[in-house]
């Protein structure tokens, strides 16, 4: 594939897109503290409103007595799941076959928002107010252990859930949901058949931990009512720190989204996380209930919600003499978590994850979805893409057993770019692979036998993955030139990417000016907002502001030929100082536009500036996006264009335990960098969280009770600024995307959950389950 529906999206030379260091609209704003958050807001009288929450794993509000709440000093209005305007919010939907109201009496994790909210002066006296209830609960069985959950006589904790969500999957005749369990499984080709071919089986258990991705600013919102004379009848709503655009809060309280006002463009959020917090939803119904402003904001210990559910996996894998896979079984036991928790964390995998990279057709994948009372997942998560890892150690495993380097075996199995019948190597991916090589100095070696001088173990991993574009959001683009300078309009907010700095380099790239030429004017009234899924906000965003450029270029060449010919201001071009204008008698397509001037195309030395060439405001549209990425149309996997490949070496101390990773190695081809920037971020970022969920992060409960034991940053342990070690990075551009440029962008492919875990494996010869922690090393070494 390649950028050929679109204008210039064989562009051969670029000044401004792939260019480094070019700061980012709103890095100031973040850099110096000043840009505000939800949870930064202030307003005169704004009062502040905390929910109930459930101190118990699973419970029910029986009832609840008000009366000492309320008398509380300063205590202005309590509401409960039976008030009417509580029960008029509109439920999270039937995503699982069966809804549940906004707020209602059921907590079914520790933590969970229940049954009151308080509304008061000050945070201190809603505290005060909630000590002052006087809830009478109904403790309820829980599950915090999934394997526990499995068992037959396990208490019914969700007994409204119906069935697994589908995810769109062509399925094999799932059974009824049995007591807590969901049953997802697809089938592909004959699985029998395949292991009857196999000249030798692997088999293996992997565990993946649950872990969280903090919001740098807790989810947070402030909202007010107020009378606006722009917009007739009714009171409009400003709501700040809510997520993404306006849209959701406006439908949520059925305001037209004129009269919904959102003004600040910091918004917080995490990695792939666009769910809205109950803090972000409430307060335009508490501001309205009260005609004073209010704000709801979580603590950080109220933010310890997944990133990544547990599951527990085994694999079966045949495979012939020479490596070449030939049947997977793959069963897997999936945390679904609590109700409304996103489903990417467990069925979402089966249809995207890397077995539809493999020539092998032959695939079982059978997955138990696990009620339980752990906690929430918000919308997708999604930081280790589709169980990616499972593949990555069958052909470490396969390599292990065979003595061969894990890459060949990887060669081997890959299908060709157009399907799985398909034999050539991937262009993509051989370039990576060799570039790979040539970075890291890739010297395979079997397990547990390379020592260091230092007397330490020497471990290496590879992985391979597609850098895929989701390909899912159109975009609405508009581009103005007002007094000789160039203006990109966009709604915003800042949700952690620098998607419109991208188009700003696009709409520079193709006017022949500078990125500083370009102003990014925020205003929330525009609908242009470069928001998508994974990296489809930037590529395919640009590629779409890439037409709307062309268009606004076309407009501006035929605007500076009306003024050559017809000066709009006395003495402008002929006969004024400037002399006569180089364009007069000729037409549009003689001009082109280079170095911030219009230039006739034949003598380029001929120009005039831009603002002096065209005096005239216009204005430029383009509604739609690129073709659709092959990550679609492909079926996930099924044809491939760009790829990576990530590589790990690490030291183990036999004698301690203890593991440092020396270097992550990555070379990733996007198809085309757009800001070199963000690239080398969202590389670094994924790689250190990788390294947290592989050597330090995991939650503890209480098993008595199943409460977290550690939802703090003292004792839920991540990496530091003084534990990531150096991340090398080579990026590639083979072109090969469809969105802007060819490009397809980065997504979430690169992160993982085993890469160091193999590499441990690699350096010792014994799996630790992760987080490999120095007691689970020695203990997997026979030593503790």
């Not at 069963?331 to 990279?357: E, K, L, M």
Request: proline content about 6%; aromatic content about 8%.
């Amino acid at each position: 594939m390649a950028d050929l529906a679109g204008v210039n999206g064989q562009r051969e030379h670029f000044r401004v897109v792939g260019k480094p260091n070019l700061p980012g609209k709103l890095s100031y704003a973040l850099a110096t503290g000043i840009g505000k958050f939800g949870a930064d807001y202030a307003l005169p009288d704004m009062l502040h409103a905390k929910f109930l929450r459930s101190p118990y794993a699973n419970a029910r509000v029986k009832s609840v007595d008000l009366a000492k709440a309320r008398a509380v000093p300063g205590v202005v209005d309590i509401l409960t799941w039976e008030d009417e305007d509580i029960k008029n919010l509109k439920s999270f939907g039937e995503s699982f076959g069966a809804g549940r109201a906004w707020l209602d009496d059921l907590a079914d994790h520790e933590g969970a928002e229940v049954a009151v909210i308080v509304v008061a002066e000050s945070e201190d006296i809603c505290e005060e107010a909630l000590r002052q209830l006087d809830v009478q609960w109904e403790v309820l069985p829980f599950i915090v252990d999934l394997n526990k959950g499995r068992e037959p006589d396990a208490p019914v904790i969700r007994p409204w859930v119906k069935d697994a969500p589908s995810f769109g999957l062509t399925s094999a005749e799932n059974p009824p949901k049995k007591g807590n369990v969901c049953y997802s499984n697809v089938v592909a080709g004959d699985v029998e058949a395949g292991f009857k071919e196999a000249d030798d089986i692997v088999e293996y258990t992997l565990y993946m931990p649950p872990f969280a991705s903090h919001m740098p600013n807790p989810a947070g919102s402030v909202a007010w009512w107020f009378d606006d004379p722009y917009h007739g009848e009714g009171k409009s709503l400003h709501i700040e720190g809510a997520v993404r655009e306006r849209s959701a809060i406006s439908s949520m309280y059925a305001m037209p989204l004129e009269k919904t006002v959102q003004e600040g463009l910091f918004m917080g959020g995490k990695y792939c996380d666009w769910g809205l917090r109950k803090s972000q939803e409430i307060t335009p119904l508490l501001a309205k209930r009260t005609g004073r402003p209010v704000k709801c904001v979580d603590t950080r210990e109220e933010t310890f919600d997944f990133i990544m559910m547990e599951r527990y996996m085994h694999l079966k894998v045949g495979f012939k003499r020479n490596g070449l896979i030939t049947a997977v079984d793959d069963f897997s036991i999936a945390d679904g978590g609590v109700w409304g928790s996103s489903s990417f964390g467990n069925v979402g995998d089966q249809s995207q994850g890397p077995f539809n990279t493999l020539k092998c057709k032959n695939i079982r994948q059978r997955m138990e979805i696990v009620d339980s009372n752990r906690g929430m997942m918000y919308v997708s998560g999604q930081h280790c893409p589709f169980n990616w890892d499972s593949a990555t150690t069958a052909i470490y495993l396969i390599a292990e057993k065979l003595g061969k380097d894990p890459i060949d075996i990887a060669r081997l199995n890959l299908h060709g770019p157009s399907s799985k019948e398909d034999t050539n190597p991937v262009p993509s991916f051989e370039a990576c692979v060799e570039a790979g090589k040539k970075m890291m100095d890739w010297e395979w070696h079997a397990s547990k036998t390379k020592r260091l001088p230092d007397g330490r173990m020497h471990g290496m991993s590879f992985r391979y993955q597609m850098c895929p574009r989701h390909s899912f959001s159109s975009y609405n683009s508009k581009l103005e030139l007002k007094n000789g300078r160039v203006h990109l309009p966009t709604q915003g907010p800042l949700f952690g990417v620098y998607a419109v700095e991208c188009n700003a380099m696009v709409v520079a790239e193709e006017l022949g000016l500078e990125y500083e030429d370009i102003s990014i004017d925020f205003d929330y009234r525009e609908s242009f907002t470069p928001v998508g899924g994974g990296s489809d906000g930037t590529t395919a965003s640009a590629w779409v502001t890439k037409e709307c450029a062309n268009i606004l270029k076309q407009k501006i060449l035929e605007a500076a030929i009306e003024e050559a010919e017809n000066p709009p201001l006395p003495g402008m071009f002929g006969g004024g100082p400037k002399g006569p204008s180089p364009f007069k008698g000729l037409k549009p397509a003689d001009l082109d536009m280079s170095d911030g001037k219009i230039v006739v195309k034949a003598d380029p030395d001929k120009g005039v500036p831009l603002g002096e060439a065209v005096t005239r405001n216009i204005i430029a549209t383009y509604s739609g996006r690129p073709p659709l990425a092959v990550w679609v149309t492909g079926s996930m996997g099924k044809i491939l264009d760009t790829m990576n490949t990530a590589y790990c070496e690490v030291a183990v101390d036999t004698e301690t335990g203890e593991v440092e990773i020396l270097r992550f190695g990555v070379v990733a081809d996007p198809g085309k960098i757009m800001r070199l920037t963000s690239l080398e971020s969202q590389i670094d970022q994924v790689m250190f969280f990788s390294q947290g969920c592989q050597l330090y992060e995991d939650y503890f409960y209480d098993k008595r009770t199943g409460v977290k034991l550690n939802a703090n940053m003292i004792e839920y342990k991540k990496p530091t600024i003084m534990d990531v070690p150096t991340v090398q990075r080579e990026f590639l551009e083979t072109r090969a995307g469809n969105a802007a440029y060819g490009a397809n962008g980065i997504s979430h492919s690169l992160a993982n959950t085993h890469l160091v875990i193999i590499a441990i494996h690699n350096a010792i010869g014994v799996w630790v389950d992760p987080p490999a922690t120095p007691d689970k090393v020695l203990k997997a070494l026979g030593k503790a």
